[in-house]
């Protein structure tokens, strides 16, 4: 990606307006909102809204973007440890601190190798700008590592949430396509877990006295790609499932997810998986999809740009190139609408003035950053 320098930053700020340099709206007869194209990057992976509008966008090569979508500036921010994005590897998630105001502190995931095998990290750093611009995360530590690290380069997760009080971080560990640890009780993998904003295990965790790594809150997942807190404070869970099982759940303490051992879907080679049943003691999903979608990121809409989808979640759809709107109604959810976007989504957001902001995932989509509003 060609980064803004910094010396020509005057002359762009001069340049340019809008919502974007370079923008393009194009609306759709079938679409109730029209999309602007508002950036473009490198396979960006995540992106998170500063208070001043500006975004954090994460970059699969090992990239953070400070980002102004007002007039179009990159700045590359320094600090981010050395990433492996070999495969499904990346710099993943990005998400600010619920203290961020006081302390600048910004949580991110990434993979990474160490000693010949990989796994997940978690790390946060202060986000500090200085006056000539340049923009860079001081202190950065590592606060957690998934385990085991193992061999191969899939199904990290990475995904980062605050409960709604700010007292705990949830993140995802997907089972790095090893099937069994999902079901492992010393094994982080294919888990979400519940820690502290230090990146120690909670205290109070539903399976430690089971013998259970103290930090996990769930397991029997695969690849736990989206996580998010609905109004209620119930914690919501998107996964890529396999051949015809991608799920979307809804987080319990303590429950057990079934996979490997149940999942609405088949393996990959044509092997079958038992399907979720009443009675088999493990938690089905609430919604899930055959075809599958491939879901990306998951967002709970709260904004007030769409009154009508307030309540609602949203998935970015890989291999479907969509995006998803699922209608939840307390605890259920069911399949609403399914957009056809033209390209792989990666990630959703919701922006400052709940407007509905996608990444694509590049390739051949490029990793364009679109802006969705209603329809006037």
Known sequence: ?????????????????????????????????KTSVIADF???????????????????AGEMILFDP?????????????????????????????TFARDKAVYFSFSEERDGLKGVALAKGAFHQASDGTTKLDGVQII???????EGDGHYSGRIAFSPDGKYLFFTNGERQKFDPAQDPKSTLGKVLRLNPDGTPAAGN?????????????????NLLGLAFDKDGRLWEQEMGPQGGDEVNLI???????????????????????????????????????????????????GAAFPMWKGSLFIGGL???SLVRVKLDGEK????????????????????????????????SQGRMLKLTPVS
């Open 1 to 33: 990606m060609r980064h803004i320098t910094l010396a020509a930053l005057p002359l762009l700020l001069i340049a340019c307006s809008g919502d974007g340099a370079n923008s393009q709206t194009t609306a759709a007869a079938e679409k109730p909102f």
């Open 42 to 60: 490198d396979s960006p992976w995540a992106m998170t809204f500063l208070p001043d509008g500006r975004a954090l966008v994460t970059e699969k």
């Open 333 to 364: 959810a069911e399949k609403a609408d399914q957009w056809d976007m033209g390209a792989r989504i990666r990630e959703v957001e919701q922006g400052p003035d709940g407007a509905l902001w996608l990444l694509e995932d590049g390739g051949k």
């Open 319 to 321: 291999s479907s190139q």
């Open 206 to 222: 539903p399976l430690a006295a089971k013998g259970f790594t103290p930090a996990i809150w769930s397991y029997g997942h695969r």
């Open 70 to 98: 007002g007039n179009g500036t990159k700045i590359p921010i320094a600090g981010i440890p050395k990433v492996d994005s070999a495969g499904q590897g990346a710099l993943m998630d990005v998400v600010l601190s619920p």
């Open 144 to 150: 957690f590592r998934a385990s085991p690290y193992v």
């Open 252 to 302: 319990k303490p303590g429950l057990n997810y079934g996979y490997p051992n149940v999942s609405n879907g088949s393996h990959y080679d044509g092997r079958d998986i038992p399907d979720h049943a009443p009675g088999d003691g493990y938690e089905a999903p609430k919604v899930s999809w055959n075809p599958v979608i491939s879901p990306g990121g998951l967002l709970y809409y709260s």
